[in-house]
């Protein structure tokens, strides 16, 4: 009996020593199970010089033996645009590399483009090698290079012209002094680096049109980061600065997205808004202290704070679209618009606002009402909703309410939080609630220069066709 389980326990054993010597060899079989979590690598437009964000792949072995890869070869060498790192190894090409049974390696790819002549972007490829077992893998890289104008603390201080011929790059931030004078032109594309505010002592005016608008962002073009709030200060026009006009322009994601201080020093708004976009400002979308600012036809969307003015002031809103809803990366907890006389110190200021022809509307849940209103003081303070389309829970004091329509969804055409997905106009109801119960104003346009109706138009941004 004791010979027979000694028997029978060195052939378990020697099974479990075969087994286990088996499983440190290594996989030999062309059919190796060797899945590469992507084919390609994509990066969209990468400024010339700065660089892009770092993207990776994986090498999964799900073998139960070790493999070898023979080699892992960045097939345009030293000289190539894209730099390789294989499991935290700087590198061009690396051999033999192991992979232990049913793990995994990382490759990770980075891409920097040398500036060319090229006004249009251009293609820029290469690919990576994976062989192994006889076996020939790549992994195709493909970026879009797009050489620009770089400004780092930059100065304006006299008159200066941004054409359309090649993209801005702002770093460290650009002031236009008092003495300055910046004039855009349409199609310019101006991209600030996340230290980069524009600062305006002196006069923006920007000359956009709906087929060519001008363009405001952060300079990281590249997906995710071309979504992400916050991705640069913003434009602040400051004291000294005096007959701004913005036209055709669209100023996304940034922190405080456009902010307005002190009054003008003329009799002309400090800032003036037309047809204009300005989404996805993680604080603020536009932020008014003390000043003077005129919107027309403009959408003001999906920020931390749509519309926050302080410290009284004169404003006027016709045809706009004042839109709060959470997205994945701001939620809707502030009103859509707040307005107040007081600041900091207590002092008071007057305060008169308009509101004409204008959707204030946002997702229910942490707001109760998209129009927050803080009257202090005996100066005066006039606040007047005009054929306005508003959502509130229980309407705030001191605003004055003109045939306005409450708590009715507006119908905008799409919104997609889990797709980050929103469009604004009014194109799918044609029982829209703000279907041509507008009052006529002496805007014809609308924001996309479409034609308003005649008579009653729609209230909102967008006219329905």
Not at 69 to 95: D, E, F, H, R, W
Not at 105 to 123: C, E, G, Q, R
Not at 337 to 362: K, W
Not at 433 to 461: F, H, M, S
Request: proline share 4%; hydrophobic share 40%.
């Amino acid at each position: 009996m004791n010979r027979s389980l000694s028997f029978a326990a060195a052939i378990f054993f020697s099974l479990v020593f075969f087994v286990s010597c088996n499983k440190e060899n290594f996989i030999t079989s062309a059919d190796a199970r060797v899945n590469i979590s992507a084919d390609s690598l994509k990066y969209d437009t990468v400024f010339t010089t700065t660089g892009s964000i770092t993207k990776s792949f994986k090498i999964f072995n799900n073998n139960d033996q070790k493999l070898l890869l023979t080699q892992i070869k960045l097939m345009g060498g030293a000289s190539s645009a894209y730099k390789m790192n294989v499991n935290g190894i700087p590198t061009t090409v690396i051999n033999d590399v192991e992979i232990a049974r049913n793990d995994s390696i990382y490759i990770f790819v980075t891409v920097t483009i040398n500036p060319t002549s090229a006004n249009l972007p251009f293609i820029i490829k290469d690919s990576i090698a994976i062989q192994y077992n006889g076996v020939n893998r790549f992994v195709q890289l493909e970026a879009f290079g797009q050489n620009a104008v770089f400004i780092r603390n930059g100065s304006i201080m006299g008159n200066t012209t941004f054409t359309n011929i090649l993209p801005y790059v702002i770093l460290g931030g650009l002031q236009i002094t008092n003495t300055g004078s910046l004039t855009i032109t349409a199609g310019a594309k101006i991209y600030c680096h996340a230290d980069a505010p524009i600062i305006v002592d002196g006069t923006i005016t920007g000359n956009g049109t709906k087929t060519s608008p001008i363009i405001f962002s952060g300079d990281r073009t590249d997906d995710p980061y071309n979504n992400f709030p916050a991705s640069w200060p913003g434009i602040y026009f400051r004291a000294a600065s005096k007959n701004n006009q913005l036209k055709f322009t669209q100023i996304k994601n940034a922190y405080q997205a456009v902010v307005v201080l002190q009054p003008s020093l003329n009799t002309n708004p400090k800032l003036i808004l037309q047809q204009c976009i300005i989404d996805n400002a993680f604080d603020a979308g536009l932020l008014c202290n003390n000043t003077n600012v005129l919107a027309e036809n403009s959408l003001i969307s999906n920020c931390g704070r749509n519309i926050s003015i302080d410290y009284g002031g004169n404003y006027s809103f016709t045809h706009c679209t004042v839109a709060a809803y959470s997205s994945s990366f701001v939620l809707h907890k502030k009103p859509a618009v707040s307005i107040n006389n007081i600041n900091d110190a207590n002092a008071t200021n007057p305060l008169n606002a308009l509101f004409r022809n204008c959707i204030i509307y946002g997702d229910a849940g942490f707001v109760e009402k998209e129009i927050e209103v803080n009257k202090q003081g005996n100066n005066t303070f006039n606040v007047t909703m005009d054929h306005c389309l508003y959502r509130a829970n229980v309407d705030p004091s001191n605003i004055a309410f003109n045939v306005c329509i409450k708590n009715i969804d507006p119908a905008f055409d799409s919104i997609d939080v889990s797709k980050k997905y929103y469009d604004f106009r009014i194109t799918n109801n044609a029982a829209a609630p703000g279907i041509n119960k507008a009052v006529a104003t002496t805007l014809l346009k609308d924001l996309e220069d479409k034609n308003r109706n005649v008579g009653l138009p729609d209230i909102g941004a967008y006219e329905k066709q």
